[in-house]
Every structure is written in C-alpha cells, then in structure tokens.
C-alpha cells in the first residue's frame, strides 16, 4: 500500500543567501552592493551556471525593501507592459527572445531609463553573440557584465547534502555519484529531481537509492507515454 508523503516544504526560493557563488563570487557581490538605478547588468553562462538565481535574489532583494520589480522572460505573454513604480525590471533568456519579445525588451530598456528603474539581464550567450536586434544587444551589454561558471562537483555534491540534511535524509555516495554521471549538472535540475525522488520514496516507503530512482522515472516516462 502507497502511504501519502507528508509535505517536507518546498524547495528554498532563491536569495542571495542561499546562492553557492563557486567561481561567481564578482557577479554575486556586484548584486548585492548595487544601489539603483545603475548601468544594466547582464549575466550570462550555460545552464546551470545560477543566472537565474541571481536574479531572483536581486529581485527578492528590492522586494523586501518594499520595492517592487517587474520580471520578464521569453516565454512571457505579450504585451509586457511596464510600470514606473517598479524599481528593477529583470529580462531572463534572452537568448530566446523571438522578434515580437525584442521589440518589447527594447521598449523595457527605454521606458526603465526615462523612469531611472534599474535593468538586470541574462542570457546563455555574451551580448556580442546574441541572435538579437542590434540596438537590444548593444544596450545588454554597455552596462556590466559577469560570465557566470557552473558549480565544481564538490560544491555541487555540498549544496545537494545540505538540501538532504535539510530533509533529514542521508544520500549515498552511489547514489550522488549517479546523478552527477547520468544527468545534466545543473543544480536547479537536480535539486528538482531530487525532490521528486524524496516524494517517490515517501509514497513507497523506500530509502533513495540507484534503482529506487530507475523506478521513479520509469514510471514517470510509462505515465507520459499514456497521456500522449
């Protein structure tokens, strides 16, 4: 009999607190001393890299300062109408921003600098080599820009042992060493998929384990092939 797993408490939001810099340190300590409006900051990097973390802690930042921040990304409905009560306005992904989304990022950008509201960007690929309008990449890359590198395994390994202490679950080696062979290494991803996998061993009264974790998405996968 499945047993219904007791809600342990969803994964922390990203703050600035609980950012891992590893090589990021520049970028991390850039955000936190900003004092608004400054030049645009634009980070950029692979998946994984926390670019998307940063900037959800530079906005969870003005937001307990009382201020507010627009965020926009590029699967964001248009239109993406701009408030000037906004102190920071955040556009992520930029590299897949389609045409009618640059035009909107472009208009974000001009309407933030009448207003004096701070822009932070990012994307996978340095502003030079955006596939985007001219007159967009030229204004995500005059302002300050870090590159951003994916976690060490060790600190990797470090962050999802804290996550299990935080959990009261203790994961093994064989198992941490499968998912830093068999799966992208990006945090956020694991992070998920260890979640997934804590709910999965709840409901069956497992420990986590290798073959636990073939189970899960082996099921998940039967389950998905069903619906389509």
């Not at 989304?101 to 994307?123: D, N, P, S």
């Not at 340095?126 to 060790?154: E, K, N, S």
């Amino acid at each position: 009999m499945k047993q219904i797993p007791l809600p342990i408490g969803p994964l922390p939001e990203p703050t600035f607190e609980n950012f891992l810099p590893g090589g990021n340190a520049a970028a991390l300590d850039h955000l936190r001393a900003l004092v608004t409006p400054a030049a645009p900051v634009y980070l950029w990097g692979s998946g994984g890299s926390g670019k998307s973390h940063l900037l959800r802690g530079l906005a969870a930042s003005c937001q307990a300062q009382g201020q507010r921040a627009g965020w926009f990304d590029a699967s964001a409905r248009q239109p993406w109408v701009f408030s000037p009560d906004w102190s920071l306005v955040v556009i992520d992904r930029c590299d897949a921003l389609d045409t009618d989304a640059q035009q909107a990022a472009f208009t974000l950008f001009i309407e933030a600098a009448a207003h004096g509201v701070q822009v932070a960007a990012a994307g996978r690929l340095p502003p030079v080599d955006l596939p985007l309008r001219d007159d967009l990449r030229t204004r995500l890359g005059w302002g300050h820009v870090f590159a951003l590198q994916p976690l060490p395994d060790a600190e990797t390994r470090a962050a999802l042992r804290r996550e299990g202490d935080r959990r009261g679950i203790l994961l093994s080696d064989e198992l941490m060493d499968h998912l830093l062979t068999h799966f992208p290494r990006d945090l956020g991803h694991l992070m998920q998929l260890f979640d997934r996998l804590d709910t999965f061993s709840l409901a069956r009264s497992r420990r986590l384990s290798v073959p636990l974790l073939r189970q899960m998405l082996s099921e998940e996968a039967t389950a998905a092939a069903d619906i389509a």
